[in-house]
């Protein structure tokens, strides 16, 4: 007889045994040189250094957060938030670690040809994204499993699995957020010293800067973009399984609370086929090649999830939702949205980032009057890349709404996070591409293996660019979610309150117009950051270059470890306050209130928060890492030869840019993808927290 639990954590198991095959693999193949493997190994003692002073950092936050936790909400409440934390950080962690060892090797494939530097590249991001699946369901499915036998009562169970998600939040948004910190604090100090004052190439290794660079890549795009989607894909989950207990009863409510986690399960099989299918045709297109391995893992992604309704629910059997009736065919139309929005955000994605198309080849033309009219038109093209991906979520949302109601945008938000693991592989394939190229122009390798190294890493930028248009899209859908559960909470808690929201009541008004804020607030002081940090290491550089004799003659070596822990520090000194904003501003907006006008108006201006926050966090999320993308790949489009190529006035105003564009896309944008769910998280942690004391 089928058991759905043995399924689910054989599913997670095949996905962490698939990632341990790939890891012993890649770590079998050859290091490269003596030059490369010294190189690699100042990357990974940086990284890992940094990693393991920010996970101290977020663990002494952590056991504040989980004293509250157990105080308030009791034993099991406080474990899923552990369980949650340390499940995200391995996941990071592993993931970090494979990333920076698979650098050199790829590095050393590009000798051999663009095929093998590409399967190695590729398994390497695949290793993080088999851990972020495999990982994310094992832990939910065990932890229910768990609350189930103790006999609690749903809203009890659901209670902890919330806790468990902001657990993985927790991590998440320091993650992004102080990872963002030190590799464009690296990025942005390199840039100006070395290309614009000094005039040398990138990944010189006459720059300070330069290995921190590298280190960055790692800890930003791998680790951070790693627990942002463990993050998002275990509260999407959660929420639709609360959506579920609330929608449905007995016996078909259990079968629907677990509906998402057969989701995740198939589509983890799936995505693991569609990595086999990641190689070059005869065109030799790389892009093509990663998205033939996605369009294979979402194709038959499709079929497995129709397989697992028919299966599981039944595609003609009726159920009774609210005042309406739904079929097992409405859900997998849902889940089946869900796809097509994920393909038709990295579609659009690609579009505004890629040199091939309009958006970046206008930013590199406006390059040739200078740096002014570069900021102009990349500000522009940041803007408009906000309207497609917009309708796209909205057209999404009203299917999935029109099919099954509010459950439907859950089932729907579910099948776009449960291609996490193919999406974390085209991702995390971006570091290490970027790192090889670095490591192949410090080592002084062949031209020939810097073409194969230059064309892999100039498709890493678009893949990061592509996948962070997903994750901000699935993180809107997750949001929607957590905001639905958040007014059916209110609602079973407090029925007596009669909390509406309405337009017209200023209570919904004044939480609008402070979730909007939050955003704004948190990017500002994100970017904040990152041009402080910045600016040490801009000094650190000038300091080096006057003060150590032969770095310019390249017969001195710069101190790298110098610049590394200097941005260590920035980065885990200034990502503190930011992150702590969406844990606590529900909490306050609450009290505050609460205080001066009464519980219903605060509980009111609380739900309106999150949704203020979903709305204005979405656009500039878009904006920020579609602009920050297509000025980068602007700068590399002229560095191909366009417009008078590298050292021209026109790659002079593109630097500028870029450096511009990099804490957009790679800081503030995607650790407002954590911020946006994480206040959603609190704001139902806080409601749980109230029931217990006014019930």
Not at 150 to 163: K, V, Y
Not at 444 to 451: A, S, V
Not at 526 to 539: K, L, W
Not at 618 to 623: D, H, M, N, R
Request: charged content about 15%; aromatic content about 10%.
């Amino acid at each position: 007889m089928f058991n759905v639990y043995t399924f689910l954590i054989g599913c997670s198991i095949a996905a962490l045994l698939y990632g341990s095959i790939l890891t012993f693999i890649i770590l079998s193949s050859s290091p490269g040189t003596d030059a490369m493997q010294k190189i690699a190994k100042a990357i990974q003692t940086g990284a890992k250094a940094y990693l393991n002073r920010q996970y101290r950092m977020i663990t002494l936050v952590g056991i504040f957060v989980l004293f509250i936790l157990w105080w308030q909400l009791g034993i099991l409440v406080s474990l899923g938030f552990v369980i949650g934390a340390i499940l995200s950080g391995i996941a990071g962690y592993i993931g970090m670690n494979i990333s920076v060892r698979s650098n050199v090797r790829t590095t050393e494939a590009a000798k051999s040809g663009l095929q093998p530097a590409l399967t190695l590249a590729f398994r390497s991001g695949t290793i993080t994204g088999m851990l972020v699946v495999g990982l994310a369901l094992l832990g939910i499915t065990i932890y229910y499993m768990i609350l189930k036998s103790l006999g609690l009562p749903m809203r009890s169970t659901i209670e902890a699995l919330i806790s468990l998600g902001f657990g993985a939040s927790l991590i998440s948004i320091f993650a992004r957020l102080g990872g963002g910190i030190f590799t464009k604090g690296a990025d942005v100090g390199a840039d100006l010293v070395g290309k614009i004052e000094a005039d040398i190439p990138e990944d010189d290794p006459r720059n300070p800067a330069v290995i921190a660079d590298n280190v960055g890549d790692n800890v930003g795009d791998c680790a951070g973009m790693a627990a942002d989607l463990f993050e998002t894909y275990i509260v999407t989950i959660v929420g639709t399984m609360l959506l579920g207990s609330i929608f449905f009863k007995d016996k078909i409510s259990e079968n629907m609370m677990l509906f998402p986690l057969l989701i995740g399960a198939v589509c983890i099989i799936t995505s693991v086929i569609g990595s086999f299918f990641v190689r070059l045709g005869a065109k030799k297109n790389i892009m093509g090649a990663l998205y033939k391995g996605f369009i294979v893992a979402a194709s038959l992604s499709a079929v497995a999830i129709w397989g697992v309704t028919q299966y599981w629910l039944g595609i003609e059997t009726s159920y009774s939702i609210g005042t309406d009736t739904i079929t097992g065919l409405n859900l997998f139309y849902c889940a089946l949205t869900g796809l097509v929005v994920t393909g038709l955000l990295m579609w659009v994605t690609e579009y505004y980032t890629s040199t091939k198309y309009r958006p970046v080849k206008s930013i590199a033309e406006a390059s040739q009057t200078g740096h002014a009219t570069n900021i102009i038109q990349g500000l522009s093209i940041s803007m408009e890349s906000t309207v497609l991906p917009v309708v796209i979520i909205s057209v999404g949302i009203l299917v999935s709404y029109l099919n099954a109601g509010l459950f439907g945008i859950g089932i729907a938000a579910t099948s776009m996070l449960a291609l996490a693991g193919m999406i974390v592989a085209l991702d995390s394939y971006g570091p290490v591409t970027d790192n090889a190229g670095g490591i192949a122009e410090m080592s002084n390798q062949p031209k020939h293996t810097r073409e194969v190294t230059d064309a892999l890493d100039a498709v890493g930028n678009t893949t990061k660019a592509v996948t962070k248009g997903y994750a901000i899209g699935s993180a809107g859908f997750a949001a929607l979610v957590l905001f639905a559960a958040y007014v059916e909470d209110v609602h079973h808690f407090f029925p007596n309150l009669n909390c509406q929201f309405y337009l017209q009541d200023p209570y919904v008004v004044i939480g609008l117009f402070m979730g909007g804020l939050l955003p704004y607030l948190f990017g500002a002081l994100g970017m904040r950051s990152v041009g402080r940090a910045a600016s040490a290491i801009v000094m650190e550089v000038r300091r080096q270059f006057k003060e150590i004799a032969g770095i310019m003659e390249g017969k001195a070596s710069p101190d790298y470890s110098k610049a590394v822990d200097l941005l260590t520090k920035a980065a885990i000194k200034e990502m503190i306050i930011p992150s702590l904003i969406p844990v606590a501003a529900p909490i306050v907006l609450f009290l505050v209130l609460n205080f001066a006008v009464g519980m219903q108006p605060a509980l009111t201006a609380v739900g309106s928060l999150l949704l203020g926050t979903v709305i204005t966090g979405l656009f500039i999320a878009l904006s920020m890492t579609g602009g920050g993308g297509a000025w980068d790949n602007a700068k590399k489009y002229i560095e191909l030869g366009n417009f008078g190529g590298k050292r021209s006035e026109a790659h002079k105003a593109a630097v500028t840019g870029d450096t511009v564009g990099d804490p957009y896309k790679d800081t503030v944008g995607p650790a407002i993808n954590p911020m946006i769910k994480i206040i959603t998280i609190s704001a139902l942690l806080l409601l749980a927290i109230i029931s217990k004391k006014y019930m």
